[in-house]
Antibody
Framework: EVQLVESGGGLVQPGRSLRLSCTASGFTFGDYAMSWVRQAPGKGLEWVGFIRSKAYGGTTEYAASVKGRFTISRDDSESIAYLQMNSLKTEDTAVYYC????????????WGQGTMVTVSS | EIVLTQSPATLSLSPGERATLSCRASQSVSSYLAWYQQKPGQAPRLLIYDASNRATGIPARFSGSGSGTDFTLTISSLEPEDFAVYYCQQRSNWPRGTFGQGTKVEIK
């Protein structure tokens, strides 16, 4: 079964850091780009960032709202994508989803169940 | 940044009725438009990509149309499990993209 499972969410104080993990199974993780998408409580969806497959350089891109604070990386040997979040703000409070990013379709075809991040003092 | 505006915000319909959801872009996104369904407490699910292509396993009652700035998601006959929130998403400047604010399809 093709699956993504996020972990690492929790309660964190403003200004602190948190790292989320996304563990993939059921497909060849290294062949795919991955994206992170978040959803604030009761709100819509926001694309956070993206990492290409190693075949395309493994480069990253970020939304303006997180650029310079968030970093996406990947470990293809473990089939894990990471979202390192630094200098967290209260407005970063959201459910964070990882998703498989299909460049051919320009869409997210597989999603994890999400992990909640709450930034509060 | 391209803004997507979905209408209506809420659609109240009965099972068996036809649902027509609209998504309008502030500038052309060609056909780089996807639709997602989200139920409470669940992750979104891809329904349509490239404006009109159904994703794997999506029933034929879901269809998408449009190009440029105006797009439509049609559910030909609503099933009980179709009552949810629907989001459109553009990625004309892939991998960057934006989502619409969502349309809630509720039971009348």
């Amino acid at each position: 079964e093709v699956q993504l499972v996020e972990s690492g969410g929790g309660l964190v104080q403003p200004g602190r850091s948190l790292r989320l993990s996304c563990t993939a199974s059921g497909f060849t993780f290294g062949d795919y780009a991955m994206s992170w998408v978040r959803q604030a409580p009761g709100k819509g969806l926001e694309w956070v960032g993206f990492i290409r497959s190693k075949a395309y350089g493994g480069t990253t891109e970020y939304a303006a709202s997180v650029k310079g604070r968030f970093t996406i990386s990947r470990d293809d040997s473990e089939s894990i994508a990471y979202l390192q979040m630094n200098s967290l703000k209260t407005e970063d409070t959201a459910v964070y989803y990882c998703s498989r990013d299909l460049d051919t379709a320009r869409a997210f075809d597989i999603w994890g169940q999400g992990t909640m991040v709450t930034v509060s003092s | 940044e391209i803004v997507l505006t979905q209408s209506p915000a809420t659609l109240s319909l009965s099972p068996g009725e036809r649902a027509t959801l609209s998504c309008r872009a502030s500038q052309s996104v060609s056909s780089y438009l996807a639709w997602y369904q989200q139920k409470p407490g669940q992750a979104p699910r891809l329904l349509i990509y490239d404006a009109s292509n159904r994703a794997t396993g999506i029933p034929a009652r879901f269809s998408g149309s449009g190009s440029g700035t105006d797009f439509t998601l049609t559910i030909s006959s609503l099933e009980p499990e179709d009552f949810a929130v629907y989001y459109c998403q553009q990625r004309s400047n892939w991998p960057r993209g934006t989502f619409g604010q969502g349309t809630k399809v509720e039971i009348k």
